[in-house]
Structures are given as structure tokens and as C-alpha cells.
């Protein structure tokens, strides 16, 4: 599976940006998506990712500090991952990604760790001005 993000750009303090994460490859399978970030400077920080507490009963585990402003959502009919960027600040300054990992279990918690995601996209840089 290759990952490729988009939709990144320069927006003012209290805007909004949508980055899209397209899947392609061999995508049959399911997988757990999501997107970090990195500020310069700074580590790999968790923004959100999707897990799962039943067969079919998907969810969103987020950052606290994305919280209420950020959304990760999935079409359901490409394989293509969107995160809905609101009431951005310049804190969230960075280079978001978005990270695949396979889905290996029923009841599936996603992990916080980039360490635990083996597939990356390339990176889109957002930058919020104050």
C-alpha cells in the first residue's frame, strides 16, 4: 500500500484546511488510518487515527490537543482518508502525514507511536499564520 497525502497550504489563524490521503496499491485488506505531524524542531506527534471496538464499529481515537477542531473521516467507496482541519492555530504549524498500519485484530485500539505505523505517505506541510 502506497499513501499519498494532499491539500496542504498557508491559512490564517482560525481557518480551515481538508488534507486527502489516497490510498493505492494492494489495498484489499483493512487497515487502520490516520495522520501525525511534525513540527520543526519537534517529534512525531499523534494527531488521530481510526480504531475499532467490534466487527463493523469503527471510531476516532484524537489528540487532545485536535480535539473538537480536527476530523479524520474515510470514503467508503475510495480508498482515500480526509482530515477536516478547523480553527487552526499557529501551533498547529507542521508537516502532517497520514500512516497506515493493518488491522490485526477484531476489537483493534490504535497506537499513539509512529513506530507502530509501517506505511507513511509523504508528508504535506501546513503552515497557520498568526
Known amino acids: 500500500v502506497q499513501l499519498q497525502a494532499s491539500g496542504g497550504g498557508l491559512v490564517q489563524a482560525g481557518g480551515s484546511l481538508r488534507l486527502s490521503c489516497a490510498a493505492s496499491?494492494?489495498?484489499?485488506?483493512?487497515?487502520?488510518v490516520g495522520w501525525f505531524r511534525q513540527a520543526p524542531g519537534k517529534e512525531r506527534e499523534f494527531v488521530g487515527a481510526?480504531?475499532?471496538?467490534?466487527?463493523?464499529?469503527?471510531?476516532?481515537d484524537y489528540a487532545d490537543s485536535v480535539k473538537g477542531r480536527f476530523t479524520i473521516s474515510r470514503d467508503n467507496t475510495e480508498p482515500t482518508c480526509y482530515l477536516q482541519l478547523n480553527s487552526l492555530r499557529p501551533e498547529d504549524t507542521a508537516v502532517y502525514y497520514c500512516?497506515?498500519?493493518?488491522?490485526?485484530?477484531?476489537?483493534?485500539?490504535?497506537?499513539?507511536?509512529?513506530?507502530?505505523?509501517?506505511?507513511w505517505g509523504q508528508g504535506t506541510q501546513v503552515t497557520v499564520s498568526s
Open positions: 496499491g494492494r489495498t484489499a485488506g483493512s487497515y487502520a
Open positions: 481510526f480504531g475499532w471496538s467490534g466487527p463493523r464499529t469503527k471510531y476516532v
Open positions: 500512516v497506515a498500519v493493518p488491522r490485526t485484530t477484531v476489537v483493534f485500539r490504535p497506537s499513539r507511536s509512529p513506530a507502530e505505523y509501517g506505511i
